[in-house]
């Protein structure tokens, strides 16, 4: 777990750990110091998911840039760009 990401809600973790893979939930653009969720700027809630994943990984020692697999979920296709 990582206090630089939001915490988890419910029955689920930040990250877990299974041998030498590190598994992460899924991140909401949520800033981690207030709870809040951002909205509007695409990019910028682009950033804050990432942000939080990479606090995440992080603190299991295992840096997002070694990331095997990212899926990404998009409502609506015209922001593939910033995304991608």
Do not use: C, W
């Not at 909401?28 to 110091?33: A, Q, S, V």
């Not at 951002?38 to 939080?52: E, K, P």
Request: aromatic content about 6%; proline content about 7%; hydrophobic content about 45%.
């Amino acid at each position: 777990t990582s206090p630089d990401a939001p915490g988890a809600i419910g029955t689920y973790s930040q990250g877990i750990r299974a041998g030498n893979t590190v598994y992460l939930s899924g991140q909401l653009p949520l800033d981690p110091r207030t709870g809040e969720l951002l909205s509007g700027d695409m990019h910028a809630q682009v950033r804050q998911v990432f942000t939080n994943l990479a606090a995440v990984a992080t603190a299991a020692a295992a840096p997002l840039a070694d990331a095997v697999r990212v899926t990404v979920y998009l409502t609506d296709l015209k922001h593939f760009p910033v995304v991608n």
